[in-house]
């Protein structure tokens, strides 16, 4: 059936966080998305300024074409951004999706202002551009190429393998602007995929994409990330998404352990009530004194990780050491070029 068919009388459905944020078109659903719905919005702005930025981190700007994700992993830290839109329930981030179908547009318009410096943006940081919706609205080629029109340097990352519908076009804006390319295996075992990422293309897939990227001559790296303590943390594991991220050539590796912010920890620990009961008296104790894993259990993975990386060639990407979280190569890509260097990987 035609997409257009099955749109809904869709301004009776605008929730009210909804309606202060965009303008509604329309709801659509469709038996190809079974189970989800699309609020198509004329969004107001497209770049987003990162609150409390401090000098030094990585970006300033994201740009997030969609508002949740059906990806539905079960740890996605932007789960709860769902509830600025009044979408009350924690699955609605995987069931109701906020498709900005005037970006390209809104975000040109940005990119001509006179008080726009060409500062790095990064794709990915919220939810998926790449994820199965952008198959039919096609809304990442414009923003590729607005940002490359108008010298502004692209990180992207994804656990889509859409992305490789883009790739030229990718190499082309990297003739122009630096592009940091990224995607997101974290799980090499495809049982325990499909149960915490169920709605994720294949790590199979997605390393292909890596090795599609390197043949097009674009840096790509690899996040195996989060590691699930007491699931993915094992060397056996670890060893064989390591051989498998070799396999693909990419370009680096970063990981970080499992992050569990207020409004994903209580549905990770559902998850882990009906997959793994077994596990929840272990997290509970790991994961007691906040969200981040303790730093001893960050320091006992590290110690597991690299000499696995080194066994394999495998560069490795820059991680905080006080959080556990990754920091992104952009910023120092943009200093070298701005220097006339060539771009470093780090």
């Not at 498709?99 to 040109?108: D, G, Q, S, Y």
């Not at 294949?202 to 990330?225: I, K, N, P, Q, Y």
């Not at 997290?283 to 007691?288: G, K, M, T, V």
């Amino acid at each position: 059936m035609r997409w257009q068919s099955q749109q809904l009388d869709a301004p009776t459905d605008a929730l009210p966080g909804l309606a202060r944020i965009h303008d509604l078109v329309r709801t659509t659903r469709t038996p190809e998305f079974a189970g989800m719905t699309f609020y198509e919005v004329r969004a107001k702005s497209a770049l987003n300024r990162v609150p409390g930025h401090v000098p030094g981190t990585p970006y300033r700007w994201t740009i997030n074409p969609y508002r949740g994700c059906s990806h539905a992993c079960v740890y996605c830290f932007a789960r709860p951004t769902h509830r600025f839109l009044e979408f009350d329930d924690p699955a609605a981030f995987d069931a109701d999706v906020v498709v900005k179908v005037n970006l390209a547009e809104v975000l040109r318009a940005e990119l001509h202002r006179r008080s726009w410096r060409r500062e790095p943006v990064a794709l990915g940081t919220n939810t998926d551009p790449y994820q199965r919706a952008e198959g039919r609205y096609r809304l990442m080629p414009d923003v590729l190429s607005a940002l490359a029109d108008s010298g502004t340097p692209i990180s992207l990352l994804t656990k889509g393998s859409l992305l490789r519908r883009d790739l030229s076009l990718l190499a082309q804006a990297a003739e122009r602007v630096p592009v940091d390319l990224a995607m997101s295996v974290a799980v090499l075992d495809d049982d325990l995929q499909q149960r915490v990422e169920p709605g994720t293309p294949s790590a199979t897939a997605r390393l292909a994409t890596v090795r599609a990227a390197r043949d097009a001559g674009l840096e790509c790296g690899v996040f195996l990330m989060p590691v699930l303590p007491y699931l993915t943390d094992s060397v056996e594991h670890l060893g064989r998404a390591l051989d498998a991220i070799a396999a693909a050539r990419a370009s680096y590796v970063v990981w970080t352990a499992l992050y569990l912010k207020p409004g994903v920890k209580a549905w990770w620990v559902s998850w882990l009530q009906r997959e793994r009961p077994d596990l929840v008296a272990r997290y509970a104790r790991l994961y007691a004194e906040g969200a981040y894993a303790p730093k001893a259990y960050r320091r006992w993975l590290a110690d597991r990780i690299e000499p696995l990386l080194a066994e394999r060639g495998l560069v490795r990407g820059a991680v905080d050491s006080a959080t556990g979280t990754v920091r992104s190569r952009s910023t120092g890509i943009v200093r070298a070029v701005a220097a006339g260097g060539q771009p470093t990987l780090f």
